[in-house]
């Protein structure tokens, strides 16, 4: 029977292990309370938790507020998180931990707080957003085994066909010419081939047919094209 490896001559009792439980770190420098604990677990007694995510402040434990999010949503809106800590006698990071744990990160400043919620009640978003850019970005349209196409996209959320309360740009100007919506059925082609090119000169309206139709002409048009070029080069030598 193979013995303990740590040097207390202790069988293994068939284990595959070198050592016995508890005994891989015998004879390292090691702490009261950690031989305490593992004492404990050898004779079968529980080890008490440190209380609060880890926390070593032992009235973390002694706090069911910080599981309970709709009060820390309530004092997180007008009181910062050392505030909270305070009057919890308890540390900041205990704080921290349980709003982070519920979502609800990082606490600002009274003062900030209240001109916060005075300037947008219902929160950020739309034009008050900091990442507001205009309600105009380029969308891109990606198609597997095709390379992305862009357009630009114009912030509609009135619209009657806006997709999460954007719209393509392109069929905008289309529907302000002739004066009516668009149907999903209709097209606007670019005349140029950029997308991005949304001047109205260069824009077309086509039913889907048609517009399947002008696409497959002109990549017929630039396959003859193509071919005329490799002969060409192939006679007379590169351009």
């Known amino acids: 029977m193979p013995l303990c490896e740590c040097g207390c001559s202790e069988e293994t009792k068939g284990s595959t292990s070198r050592f016995l439980r508890g005994h891989c770190r015998r004879g390292s420098s090691q702490s009261e309370e950690t031989k305490r604990k593992i004492s404990m677990v050898l004779t079968g007694v529980s080890v008490p938790s440190r209380g609060l995510a880890g926390s070593k402040n032992p009235n973390a434990g002694n706090t069911p507020e910080l599981f309970d999010r709709d009060w820390l949503l309530k004092e997180n809106k007008t009181k910062t998180a050392s505030r909270i800590a305070r009057e919890l006698n308890i540390s900041r990071a205990t704080v921290d931990s349980a709003l982070k744990r519920n979502g609800l990160g990082m606490s600002r400043s009274d003062s900030q ?4 919620f005075e300037r947008f009640p219902f929160g950020r978003f739309g034009e008050s957003s900091p990442n507001w850019k205009g309600g ?18 114009v912030r509609k959320p ?4 806006a997709r999460r309360g954007y719209v393509l740009e392109h069929r905008l100007i289309m529907e302000e010419k002739i004066g009516r919506y668009l149907t ?6 670019h005349i140029n081939g950029n997308k991005l090119d949304n001047r109205i000169e260069n ?7 048609s517009h399947i139709i002008e696409h497959h002409e002109a990549r017929k048009l ?3 094209l193509e071919s005329k070029l490799a002969t060409y080069q192939k006679k007379y030598g590169d351009l």
Not at 113 to 116: L, W
Not at 158 to 161: A, L, Q, V, W
């Open 113 to 116: 707080k209240a001109s916060y």
């Open 136 to 153: 105009r970005f380029i969308k891109k349209h990606r198609k597997k085994g095709k390379p992305d196409v862009s357009y630009w996209a």
């Open 158 to 161: 009135d619209h009657p066909n």
């Open 184 to 189: 999903l059925d209709e097209v606007v082609h």
């Open 203 to 209: 824009l077309e309206l086509h039913s889907r047919p």
């Open 222 to 224: 630039i396959g003859r």
